[in-house]
């Protein structure tokens, strides 16, 4: 039964998205990566069927990313939110591939399905800082602290504003830099509504959150 309903929620989970991706004109590249830009993730905002988005910025090559990602992932399990992976750098490029190669397998081993999207490059350049640094200029609000770096989450709203643009310093004082869930407690999670019932779906990656 509990790979039956599985299925079945994968299943719907795939038919609502891709409504949702069809709607902000959000299409594949090569790599059957969803592209996307600043505006057609205020597009998925606004058209999700969950209270909040979030958006995890990530690299495969960054550490404190894989670290936390379980914990990013987890939101989406306890919390009525939608969580998407964002990849940042220049699409069709080795390291996107490599990306890919990790959440089949990382997928496989939870039963779950990563939402990835990736961003698209930065005036047709395969720049991954450039492409990176305009697009948290344009959905980092003047009240948060604009830091180029990783592993950040950023949450909107069903109107597509920005409530939250997290980095580092939210986590310079906790006392082990591989668990951010300390920060998720205090910043991210009262942002958030909690679900009234787990669905069960043979999986159970809580992570504590």
């Known amino acids: 039964m509990k790979i039956f309903l599985f299925f079945f929620i994968i299943a719907f989970f795939n038919k609502s998205h891709a409504q949702i991706y069809s709607k902000c ?6 790599q059957e990566l969803h592209v996307v830009d600043y505006e057609k993730i205020k597009c ?3 058209n999700s069927t969950k209270k909040n988005t979030i958006i995890y910025t990530f690299g495969i090559w960054c550490k404190p990313c894989i670290y936390h990602l379980p914990q990013a992932l987890g939101l989406e399990l306890n919390y009525e939110t939608d969580v998407y992976v964002l990849i940042i750098d220049p699409e069709n490029s080795s390291l996107v591939t ?4 990790f959440f089949k397998e990382y997928d496989e081993k939870y039963q779950l399905q990563t939402k990835i999207l990736l961003l698209q490059d930065f005036e047709g350049k395969r720049s991954r ?6 697009f ?4 980092t609000p003047s ?5 180029n770096d990783m592993s950040k989450y950023i949450v909107l709203n069903k109107k597509g504003e920005t409530l939250l643009v997290t980095n580092w310093k939210d986590s ?6 591989t668990d951010d869930k300390p920060m998720l407690r205090r910043l991210v999670i009262p942002l958030l509504t909690k679900k009234n019932v787990l669905e069960d779906t043979g999986s159970d990656n809580s ?3």
């Open 25 to 30: 004109n959000i299409t594949k590249n090569q």
């Open 129 to 134: 800082s450039k492409k990176y640094k305009s």
């Open 98 to 101: 490599r990306a890919i190669n």
């Open 207 to 209: 992570y504590g959150l």
């Open 172 to 177: 310079k004082d906790d006392p082990d830099w």
């Open 143 to 147: 009240n948060f602290e604009n830091i």
């Open 136 to 139: 948290l200029a344009k959905i």
């Open 44 to 46: 998925l905002a606004v």
